[in-house]
């Protein structure tokens, strides 16, 4: 099962953006950010002219990211031993990965990233990464891609569609249930598994119940957790997951929809992505 928790003390980085390249969509109802410093991932998310940012960009670890799993190849993270893993916005050394290509234009963000291994910091070139990130109304539409062009077949496992990451106050999981029930679940570590319904959607939320959700029309299960340290590396994190192998030839693309409002706001918007007029 996929975990990846981030020994925060171990590395420094803060979402800085004096020093960073932070490309913006504002369509005057939100705003979304994507750092070109680390790998291009969306770190910034929220209301227009607001500095409420829900998403989690502490390191290149976090963000709302591509990540994707192999076998174990002999690499190491901090002591502990680790598989194959590319992941959009670098290593766990916050090396960044490597951006090839990225367009800015009036309402859309593109990048074509080589991701970094995450324990070993080599930049695997036989992976490529895109995005594609546009907003409508108040939503962002993301649409991902992998190619693998590697000669090694590796078996399938749990992958990350996308890896999400939210600031911690945003504390309870809600999501509705295979049974079509609004199930509220605060997870904690290691990671837990949860089915989703026939509206597949989830979403973090704070004591007010108001959040980010996301949805997620190619996944049927949930990975997630938190981090509850009482420092900066506490974080909720969220992923829907499918089971598939890295390949010779792979070619995986993937649309998703993020909104932020209150659970019913939410509740309606993805219930009419799910089921359209």
């Known amino acids: 099962m996929i975990h990846r928790l981030l020994f925060i003390l171990m590395v420094q980085s803060c979402a800085c953006f004096a020093v960073e390249h932070w490309v913006f969509l504002d369509n005057g109802k939100v705003r979304l950010g994507a750092n070109l410093s680390a790998g291009g991932c969306i770190g910034w998310f929220s209301h227009s002219h607001s500095s409420d940012n829900l998403l989690n960009a502490y390191d290149v670890g976090r963000y709302l990211q591509q990540s994707y799993y192999g076998d174990a190849d002999g690499s190491d993270w901090n002591g502990k031993p680790w598989r194959y893993n590319p992941v959009q916005g670098g290593s766990w050394r916050n090396q960044p990965a490597q951006i090839v290509e990225s367009r800015e234009e009036k ?101 007010r119940d108001s959040g980010l959700g996301l949805y997620v029309p190619h996944a049927q299960e949930l990975t997630s957790y938190r981090v509850r340290n009482g420092n900066r590396g506490d974080c909720s994190y969220c992923a829907p997951i499918r089971t598939f192998a890295l390949k010779p030839g792979l070619v995986f693309e993937y649309e998703v929809v993020l909104a932020i409002g209150s659970v019913e706001q939410m509740r309606t918007v993805f219930g009419r992505l799910a089921n359209p007029p």
């Open 107 to 207: 309402d859309l963000l593109y990048a074509k990233i080589i991701p970094r291994h995450w324990a070993t910091g080599e930049l695997l070139k036989e992976v490529t990464l895109e995005q594609w990130l546009q907003l409508e109304g108040g939503l962002a539409r993301l649409k991902f891609k992998v190619t693998y062009t590697g000669e090694k077949e590796h078996k399938p496992y749990h992958q990350e569609l996308p890896a999400l990451f939210v600031k911690p106050t945003l504390e309870t999981l809600v999501f509705v249930g295979e049974d079509g029930s609004l199930q509220r679940k605060q997870p904690g570590f290691p990671n837990e598994l949860f089915r989703l319904g026939p509206k597949p959607w989830a979403a973090w939320v704070d004591a």
